[in-house]
C-alpha cells in the first residue's frame, strides 16, 4: 500500500466520522466508500520481476495503446504507450537497471491520456536510465484527471529492473522510448502488469570503441 492511500483513507474516516455526529450514520457512508476506495486505488502488489538479460518491463500496470515508431530531433525511436485508467495500479517501476542520467519535468496541459497529443503536451516527467551501454527512456505523463506526477529517485541513482520509482495519481499514461534495434514483444491492446510485463528485449551492448553513436537524454525533447 502506498502511503498516500492512508493519507487520504484516514482524512476520509474523519469526515465520516464527523458527518454522522452531525447528521447521523447513513450520511457517513459516502465518506467511508470513497475512503475504502483510496486504499484500494493506491495498493502496491509484489511482482516477480524477470531475470531475462536485456528484458524491458513495463514501467506500470495498464493497457498498450499504442506501438510504434517515433522521430524525436531526427532520431528514430520505438515507443511503447500505455494508459493506465483509475481501475489499473499506479505505482511507477523501472523498465530497466541503471543509473539515471537525465530527469526532466515538464509543466504542460492535462488532455486525455489516450490521445497521441498528450505524449508531447501533457504535463509529464522524462526518465533516462543508462545501464550496459543501452539507454531507455520512459515518461510519466499526466492525464485528464492526474494532476500529479510522484517521483522519488534522484539523479545519479541506481535502480534495479522493476524496482518502484514513483506514481501517477489517477488515470495517465506512461511512454517508453527504445532503439530501433529492440524487439518489441507486445502489440496494441494488450494488458501488462507494472515491472513484470516483458515490453521488449534490448540486443547485447555493443562493445566500447565499436562506433556506436553517443546519445543524449536531452536530445529528446
Excluded: C
Amino acid at each position: 500500500m502506498v502511503r498516500d492511500g492512508f493519507y487520504y483513507a484516514l482524512g476520509l474516516i474523519v469526515v465520516a466520522a464527523v458527518v454522522a455526529w452531525l447528521a447521523g450514520p447513513p450520511y457517513a457512508l459516502l465518506p467511508l466508500l470513497l475512503a475504502a476506495f483510496f486504499l484500494w486505488f493506491f495498493r502496491d502488489p509484489e511482482r516477480a520481476i524477470p531475470a531475462e538479460a536485456g528484458a524491458v518491463v513495463s514501467p506500470a500496470d495498464g493497457k498498450v495503446t499504442d506501438v510504434s515508431a517515433a522521430e524525436v530531433n531526427g532520431q528514430q525511436w520505438k515507443r511503447i504507450s500505455i494508459f493506465l485508467s483509475v481501475f489499473d495500479v499506479h505505482v511507477n517501476r523501472s523498465p530497466v537497471a541503471g543509473v539515471i542520467t537525465n530527469i526532466e519535468y515538464r509543466h504542460g496541459r492535462f488532455r486525455n491520456a489516450l490521445s497521441a497529443a498528450s505524449a508531447l503536451e501533457n504535463e509529464q516527467n522524462i526518465v533516462t536510465v543508462e545501464g550496459d551501454g543501452q539507454m531507455v527512456i520512459f515518461k510519466q505523463i499526466a492525464g485528464v484527471l492526474a494532476r500529479r506526477i510522484v517521483f522519488t529517485r534522484k539523479l545519479g541513482d541506481r535502480v534495479a529492473r522493476g524496482e518502484r520509482v514513483g506514481l501517477i495519481k489517477f488515470g495517465s499514461r506512461t511512454d517508453v522510448l527504445l532503439e530501433r534495434a529492440a524487439e518489441v514483444r507486445v502489440a496494441v491492446g494488450d494488458r501488462v502488469r507494472g515491472g513484470a510485463t516483458v515490453l521488449a528485449q534490448l540486443p547485447p551492448a555493443e562493445p566500447a570503441g565499436a562506433g556506436a553513436a553517443v546519445r543524449s537524454a536531452k536530445e529528446v525533447r
